[in-house]
């Protein structure tokens, strides 16, 4: 077929070049069953890259995993195969704003979304992503805290966790999209509908879903869900690759495309190995606070 050209490229390419591929649920089936070597959650994905023995990691998703790979095993080549594969949310926030945020409200801890620079990682006190952020709201022992940029996974965790949050005003362009007309849309379109929603959906979204989690939270209850009608209120990837290894599980499928996730190709992974580019890099002057950061929430 028309993929199997660069698969077999890639193949041989990983093996020559010592290298493994880590891809994000949101990348697309023929990379995330055909070429990785280890598929997950952003949480999941930083764990592994820590134990990555190769000498190089291709990292198949955006620029923040691959820094976050990068910060946790230094030593490595990281490539990202394509270098404009951003996201809104990194996008909404500075390193200054972060610095200004702490003089306005003094004393309060700052929880940074891993979905950030290293620049503004290195301003903040812990990370958390969407997988632990409620566990790492509560180690923390305080009744507020300043957790950024996306106002809608701080007001989501607020709810559960009671702890009252100062949010920042950065948003996922593929989960804000969703509305919470759609989803009672598509219950009464098809009955007995399982609705699985992300956390950086808007909260009146996640409150028609009958359970919200990390891209790795819906993977494992789609696994307890042969014989159901699901819908995951995510990225259009995630149902693709889930449907491959659930047969009996039937998704419908709304969903958005993330167009900074679908920059990363077959062919731009073929090329990135070929040619050893992009290569992350981390400005010195903020790396090690910026890896604090990551530690402090991979050890919370
Ligand atoms: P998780 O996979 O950590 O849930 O993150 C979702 C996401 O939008 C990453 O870009
Ligand atoms: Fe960023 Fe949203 Fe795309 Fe994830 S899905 S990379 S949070 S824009």
């Not at 993977?219 to 209120?233: E, F, I, K, N, P």
């Amino acid at each position: 077929g028309a993929f199997a050209d660069d698969i077999a490229a890639i193949q041989r390419l990983k093996a020559e070049k010592n290298a493994v591929i880590l891809a994000h649920n949101y990348q697309t089936p023929e990379i995330f069953h055909c070429v990785a070597d280890v598929t997950g959650d952003s949480l999941a994905l930083a764990r592994e890259a820590q134990n990555v023995e190769a000498d190089v990691i291709v990292m198949a998703g955006v620029e923040f995993m691959a820094e976050t790979a990068k910060l946790l095993n230094p030593s490595k080549t990281v490539l990202i195969p394509d270098s404009n594969a951003g996201c809104s949310l990194a996008d909404s926030i500075t390193g200054r704003d972060v610095r200004l945020m702490r003089e306005r409200y003094p004393g309060l801890p700052v929880i940074t979304y891993v979905n950030t620079s290293a620049d503004v990682k290195a301003e903040s006190d812990i990370c958390c992503t969407s997988g632990n952020a409620a566990r790492i709201v509560k180690s923390l022992g305080v009744d507020r805290v300043i957790m950024i940029p996306d106002e809608f996974l701080a007001r989501n965790i607020a709810k559960e966790t009671g702890v009252d949050v100062v949010t920042w005003k950065g948003h996922c362009e593929v989960h804000e999209r969703f509305t919470p007309e759609e989803i009672r849309h598509w219950r009464d379109a098809y009955p007995g509908l399982v609705v699985l929603a992300h956390p950086e959906c808007p909260p009146e979204v996640v409150a028609e879903a009958d359970f919200s989690g990390s891209t790795a939270g819906m993977s494992d209850y789609v696994a307890t869900a042969d014989g159901r009608r699901v819908l995951l209120v995510t990225e259009c990837s995630m149902s693709d690759n889930l449907a491959i290894q659930h047969p009996k599980v039937e998704f419908v499928r709304p969903c958005n495309l993330c167009p900074h996730m679908k920059l990363i190709t077959l062919p731009a992974i073929r090329r990135a190995l070929e040619t050893m580019t992009t290569e992350v890099t981390i400005d010195p002057a903020v790396a090690d606070r910026a890896r604090l950061s990551i530690e402090r929430m991979l050890a919370a």
